[in-house]
Structures are given as structure tokens and as C-alpha cells.
Nanobody
């Protein structure tokens, strides 16, 4: 089993920044590729970013490309999402998830996730 706990959400004005963290415990963190996804009220789940086990490869949704950065620290069992230039449409609950994957593959969707966190709310005001 792997437990994922997100933190760092909150209320921020448009144009501001937040850094989300997802701490993993349980099985070896480096076994998993990691994903951030989000879900806004009344909307479907949306892939945001993925990072390979090696941390060398990343992939972003077009809606966040150039504004968000995913990273991981395998020594700290933590994956991060740095969010800059936030927009009101970024308002959502943000989740991290873990997937078994080849070492260099960065996930491009939320299919096949083995473990999920409970999410952290990000609210971006005008």
C-alpha cells in the first residue's frame, strides 16, 4: 500500500503562485511515476502533469504548460507542483496519484493509477 497526502492548497489571487506537495509513504516511492490531476466542481477530472520515476521526463496539459512545473524528490518521497500565473479557471481540488511505470516514462493521462491522495483545494480569485 501507498499513502499519498497532498498539501499546499489555499486561496490565492489571480496571477499569484502556489506550491503543492504530495508526500508518499509505504512502498518505495521511486517505483512509481507520479501524476497531478484536478477536478473542478461540476467538471470531469483533468490531467495536469506527469513525471517519470527518473524525474528526467515530464508532461503537461496544454492548459498549464508554461505556468506549472512538476518535480519530485525521491529521497524525500515527495512530488511537487509549482503553480505560477494562476487563473480563476485553475480553481479545483488537486490530487496526486501514483502509477507503476517504466523508469523513463512520464504519464500523459490518469489511466491506470494505482494510488490516489484525497486532494487539496486551490481557489483562485479575481
Amino acid at each position: 500500500q501507498v499513502q499519498l497526502v497532498e498539501s499546499g492548497g489555499g486561496l490565492v489571487q489571480a496571477g499569484g503562485s502556489l506550491r503543492l506537495s504530495c508526500a508518499a509513504s509505504g512502498r518505495t516511492f521511486s517505483t512509481f511515476a507520479m501524476v497531478w490531476f484536478r477536478q473542478a466542481p461540476g467538471k470531469e477530472r483533468e490531467f495536469v502533469a506527469g513525471i517519470s520515476r527518473s524525474a528526467e521526463n515530464t508532461y503537461y496539459a496544454d492548459s498549464v504548460k508554461g505556468r506549472f512545473t512538476i518535480s519530485r524528490d525521491n529521497a524525500k518521497n515527495t512530488v511537487y507542483l509549482q503553480m505560477n500565473s494562476l487563473k480563476p479557471e485553475d480553481t479545483a481540488v488537486y490530487y496526486c496519484a501514483a502509477r507503476y511505470s517504466d523508469y523513463h516514462i512520464a504519464p500523459r493521462d490518469t489511466n491506470g493509477m494505482a494510488y490516489w491522495g484525497k486532494g487539496t483545494l486551490v481557489t483562485v480569485s479575481l
